[in-house]
């Protein structure tokens, strides 16, 4: 699957974090200003997945750089950086979660105009099928919900889900696994 | 594991390239006569296809300059804030203290400091703990959720115990001996309606705001 957004390379990342090491703390604004063009496209895709509404995305977003932004000075690279901004737009999208108030819809509906279908009965069954599958996402717990978002976002590798999430590879397939069969009965 | 089970790892991998060749033959050999492995294929290209195709429309649709800038203006907000907010802390303590102080100056420093001085050491205490855990657990690579559950739990006990605080603050403070003038009592009650503020805020707004967190983690 491609989705046109840039991979954050190894090389752009080193020499960020060498950067941030010897650095002054003037540096900190321009280090920030770097992964923002780098990454706010993939931390905006995962923190959608994870909200399934655009508007609340944006915030994630914004608090997900903001909190970059203070901890920038912080990181040592004990994981790598972006990894480490995953880990933190995954906080920020799960904070903004808890803000809902209980019982209101938040997720975004699905879109009524035309699409490129070939017919109305495939894009009103097109449609339902969105539906459908927005509904059962909803109902699936964090763990699960994040290991669907974390494979659904172009370009990140398997061994970097499983650095994100903290887990063993082996725990990674199985955990994606269990949501999609999860998913499956919800469907 | 269930037969199939093998099966549906493997069309997850393959999903995602990590499934070596030869291992690719023999899941083809298998879905070609099991419909059940077949469907689930189709539910994991279909769902993935889905959830990417409308978050990358929205990708384009959002204005990105203006949110780099949204941010730029929330931090500069943050310092301003955080500004206001000693200014607001020292508006009201300092009155307080030269209230209180007022024939009693030296004990009432006294009481006022080691009332601080606790308050302090038990922020520092937790703030080292928060780092310590977070340094071990950048180490240790555990559980990112579950680590988040924890760190929750934690904090909203921590947060619980606050109430210990203020009676501790309060006796320190309100206790000098006396005769005292009507002066000392109205800062005494100025620093404990700050105390009150600060612990109502914790348990009616933080402490909730903590729970609702840590509810949506455990996907309740």
């Known amino acids: ?187 | 594991m269930k037969p199939c089970e093998e099966f549906e790892l493997q069309i997850e991998m393959r999903l995602h390239g990590a499934l070596h060749a030869t291992r690719a033959a023999a899941l083809d050999a298998h879905l070609s006569h099991c419909a059940a492995c077949r469907a689930f294929e189709t539910l994991s290209q279909e769902t993935e296809k889905n959830m990417t195709a409308q978050t990358m429309a929205d990708v384009g649709a959002v204005d990105w300059q203006a949110m780099r800038e949204q941010i730029r203006a929330k931090l500069k907000g943050d310092s301003r804030r955080r500004f206001k907010m000693s200014l607001l802390v020292l508006a009201v303590e300092a009155p307080a203290i030269w209230m209180m102080t007022a024939g009693h100056a030296r004990e009432v420093l006294v009481k006022f400091a080691s009332a601080w001085a606790i308050l302090v050491a038990v922020l520092a205490f937790a703030t080292w703990v928060r780092f310590r855990d977070m340094r071990r657990y950048e180490q240790n690579r555990s559980d990112l959720l579950f680590f988040y559950r924890w760190q929750l739990e934690r904090g909203i006990s921590a947060l619980r115990l606050i109430w210990i605080l203020l009676p501790i603050a309060l006796l320190g403070l309100a206790l000098p001996s006396g005769p005292h003038s009507l002066l000392h009592w109205v800062g005494v009650g100025l620093l404990a309606l700050f105390f009150l503020s600060l612990v109502t805020y914790i348990r009616l707004v933080r402490v909730p705001q903590l729970q609702r967190e840590l509810e949506v983690l455990k996907g309740r």
């Open chain 1, 1 to 187: 699957m491609s989705s046109g957004v840039a991979a954050f390379s190894t090389v752009e990342e080193a020499a960020l974090v060498a950067r941030l090491r010897t650095g002054a703390s003037s540096d900190r604004d321009a280090v920030f200003d770097v992964l923002f063009d780098l990454l706010h496209e993939r931390v905006f895709e995962l923190c959608r997945h994870l909200l399934r509404n655009r508007a609340e995305a944006e915030d994630a977003v914004q608090d997900c750089f903001m909190a970059i932004y203070r901890g920038i000075g912080r990181f040592r690279g004990a994981s790598r950086l972006s990894t480490w901004v995953y880990r933190i737009a995954i906080h920020a999208s799960l904070r903004i979660k808890s803000r809902r108030p209980r019982g209101a819809m938040h997720v975004d509906q699905v879109p009524d105009e035309p699409t490129n279908a070939p017919g109305p009965d495939d894009l009103a069954a097109a449609r339902e099928g969105t539906r459908h599958l927005q509904r059962a996402l909803e109902q699936l717990s964090e763990e699960h919900r994040t290991v669907l978002s974390l494979f659904a976002m172009d370009g990140l590798g398997h061994q970097e889900i499983a650095d994100v999430l903290g887990v063993p590879m082996g725990t990674v397939w199985s955990r994606l696994h269990a949501a999609r069969k999860r998913l499956a009965s919800l469907i």
